[in-house]
């Protein structure tokens, strides 16, 4: 019986070890490829397996990252492309969830503006790019004005598609309650969407940030990180492009990171509330 009992208990043991086990592990393989990479750039600059104009080692990066940042020069670009992407991201997500509520709630509107939005959007962001440069020129407001394009559409999207993908059954019980019309959109019609719309506002977010680099790089008045690239491809100065191709990464994993913390906590409070 003692035997029995023994392996009885190493096997509820093991059980419960195995999940966190896999946890564990789960929470560095997000590290294997930055890492294998990154040995791959050490090996092919010192081994010079590859021309070092061209392929410079990840120490010289670091020594131009310690002077971008001693010198100040990385917090003024961070600082500029982060406040224009904040201001582009605001502007097109508040015009964004207006447009598409409006589509979505509103068939006479959406019969009236639908077909043309839906041609908009099959623009090419970067299309506007000589539009916006003759009309606005090639400063912050241009910039901006791009940024905003690029948040406005996933949220108009994803806020009409969740407006209108609202479950039957849900709006059959606001008239069996006999809900006024604002009543159902309140209480029924935008918590139904609030997934939808908070996936739009993400997708946004992500947009901004990537449109910031390449309204940066074409429109290439004022500071900004993407400046930092244009300067060192112009110069030839492979560290230099490297160390801003990292900071981007790392400012987009930070922006993905924070909003998708954000995303679940607001989940979390709507299904409490």
């Not at 600082?79 to 509520?101: D, K, M, N, Q, Y």
């Not at 739009?200 to 940066?216: D, M, N, Q, V």
């Not at 500071?223 to 987009?252: K, W, Y």
């Amino acid at each position: 019986m003692s035997a029995l009992a023994s392996s009885s208990d190493r096997a509820e043991l093991s059980s419960t070890l195995t999940p966190l086990r896999l946890r564990g592990s789960g929470r560095w393989r997000g590290w294997v490829l930055p890492l294998a990479a990154l040995a791959l750039w050490w090996l092919s600059s010192h081994l010079q397996l590859v021309n070092s104009a061209l392929l410079v080692s990840p120490e010289k990066v670091v020594t131009t990252a310690w002077e971008q940042i001693e010198s100040g020069r990385l917090w003024r670009a961070l600082s500029a492309s982060l406040a224009r992407e904040a201001t582009g991201f605001l502007i097109g997500t508040v015009g964004g969830l207006a447009l598409g509520a409006l589509l979505g709630l509103s068939p006479w509107f959406n019969r009236l503006v639908g077909p043309s939005f839906n041609t908009f959007k099959q623009i090419s962001l970067f299309a506007w790019i000589s539009l916006i440069s003759v009309w606005f020129g090639l400063g912050d407001v241009a910039k901006v004005v791009f940024l905003s394009l690029a948040a406005l559409v996933p949220v108009v999207v994803n806020t009409c598609d969740g407006i209108r993908t609202t479950p039957p059954a849900l709006l059959d019980v606001a008239r069996v309650y006999r809900f006024t019309r604002w009543q159902t959109v309140a209480q029924v019609v935008l918590p139904a969407a609030l997934p939808a719309i908070f996936t739009g506002i993400y997708l946004a977010l992500i947009y901004s940030w990537l449109a910031t680099i390449g309204a940066e790089y074409l429109l290439v008045a004022g500071a900004g990180i993407g400046n930092t690239l244009v300067e060192g491809s112009e110069h030839f100065r492979m560290d230099l492009v490297l160390f801003g191709m990292v900071v981007i990464g790392g400012v987009g994993w930070l922006l993905n990171a924070s909003a998708r913390v954000l995303e679940r906590r607001l989940s979390r409070w709507l299904g409490r509330a």
